[in-house]
């Protein structure tokens, strides 16, 4: 086992590269950065999953490691997508005049009365950076205090007893986990169809399939099938460690399946930027003359240049 996840590690770290270099060798300079940020997620999370094969006692720092990085990973890929359109600005005047999908899950249920109605405007992007924002924030802090009751002995992992801190803990974590990914999911649900022409799609499935089986697959482990005895002790090894090491072999190498996609659509050929279809006065040429946007266009803040037909691999 150990030697295939060697060799899964080692591959996950060579179409990371591999993607990287090519990033930052065709891509528009905006997305470079942000991009890179984003693929890391893969190879992190990988050493995560390999190292708590190699040290088992060290799983409850590597599981509370990887989940805060993924949380970062999940705003600055809401940065990019903001980036695709341009900036914030450019995402409002795009969306005008449609209202954000507010009532998606995880959230559906949430009281209509505290749901934005109004049309897409500045102050509910922001709203969306903060509700993704405060989820690594929150994790950093509940880190910090596990790992505080942990060394008290007040804390233990997987551990629900009404005196453990775990289940506080874990509640705590878990709705600040639903507000982030209820923003997230307004973010690129009201994108989806007007990114087609960047990948979208296949992008945030392969990014939102790491959270899938980072939290959803332990979750169904831990709780379900290691309780129910489905996961045999196997002497010295415990239900536990046997389920801790199921779960990060098999982690590893989903991540490797979902890093191939991930290379494969982000070393496609893209616009430079999501295009408009109407009038454009901030972006558009000097004087106050307005101009129809037929081409893709570029711009930088402060900024603007129309290119026509040009690709770049991003």
Not at 275 to 294: A, K, Q, R, V
Request: hydrophobic share 50%; net charge positive.
């Amino acid at each position: 086992m150990f030697g295939l996840a060697t060799v899964a590690l080692i591959l996950l770290v060579l179409l990371f590269t591999d993607t990287v270099i090519h990033v930052i060798r065709h891509c528009r300079i905006v997305f470079k950065e942000t991009t890179a940020i984003v693929l890391t997620v893969y190879p992190v999370l990988g050493l995560c999953s390999y190292l708590g094969l190699l040290f088992q006692k060290a799983n409850i720092f590597l599981d509370a490691a990887a989940q805060l990085y993924f949380a970062l990973c999940m705003y600055q890929f809401l940065t990019l997508t903001l980036k695709y359109f341009g900036g914030e600005s450019r995402f409002v005047t795009k969306m005008s005049g449609t209202v954000l999908p507010w009532k998606s899950p995880p959230c559906c249920c949430w009281p209509c009365c505290v749901c934005p109605k109004a049309t897409v405007n500045k102050q509910q992007i922001r709203l969306i950076r903060i509700l993704v924002m405060q989820y690594p924030w929150v994790q950093l802090v509940l880190s910090i205090i596990m790992v505080t009751l942990w060394l008290e002995g007040w804390y233990g992992h997987m551990d629900m007893t009404p005196y453990n801190a775990y289940i506080y803990v874990n509640v705590v974590s878990v709705i600040s986990f639903f507000f982030g990914l209820w923003g997230f999911i307004v973010g690129f649900k009201a994108s989806l169809q007007r990114l087609q022409e960047f990948f979208y799609t296949p992008k945030i499935l392969s990014f939102q399939l790491c959270l899938v089986f980072l939290r959803l697959q332990a979750l169904i482990v831990n709780a379900i099938l290691v309780p129910t005895g489905v996961i045999p002790c196997l002497p010295p090894i415990s239900p536990r460690v046997f389920a801790n090491m199921i779960l990060n072999a098999l982690l590893l190498g989903q991540l490797v399946v979902l890093m191939v996609v991930a290379r494969y659509y982000y070393k496609l050929p893209t616009p430079e930027m999501v295009s408009l279809t109407h009038h454009d006065n901030t972006y558009g040429g000097g004087g106050g003359d307005e101009e129809m946007m037929t081409t893709t266009q570029f711009a930088d803040e402060g900024d603007a240049m129309v290119m026509n037909g040009k690709m770049e691999k991003c």
